[in-house]
């Protein structure tokens, strides 16, 4: 890594990644590239609309439940006919397979992440 890609720890800290749980999910048919369209709730902070391009890993099914990590205070983004209001954080495989990025065990939604 060059020291052109080092960031300050000030910088970092604005980015605010909490914990939340997905409460809906379903297929995000206007997207171009298949996508789910979900709803995670984060607690007293509320809840948030998001899509993401998680299709070949995951079924619909199995994320309904499920505690994730995103970031919450990125502006909304307008993807397809939707806003997007997070950003849901997985690890990148070799293939674009997206991994979700979730806590251990089970914490309070709204755990802030640092």
């Not at 605010?16 to 749980?21: I, W």
């Not at 998001?50 to 079924?59: E, G, H, L, R, V």
């Not at 990590?69 to 006919?81: D, E, W």
């Amino acid at each position: 890594m060059s020291d052109n890609n080092f960031i300050d720890f000030k910088d970092f800290a604005k980015i605010e990644m909490r914990v939340g749980t997905i409460l809906t999910a379903e297929l995000f048919k206007e997207a171009k590239k298949p996508a789910y369209k979900m709803t995670i709730d984060f607690g007293k902070i509320g809840i948030k609309k998001t899509s993401a391009q998680i299709t070949k890993i995951y079924n619909l099914e199995d994320l309904i439940g499920k505690q994730v990590v995103a970031v919450i205070n990125f502006p909304p983004k307008q993807i397809a006919n939707m806003m997007s209001e997070c950003l849901l954080l997985g690890g990148l495989e070799e293939h674009e397979e997206v991994i979700i990025i979730q806590p251990e065990r089970s914490v309070k939604n709204g755990t802030k992440i640092s």
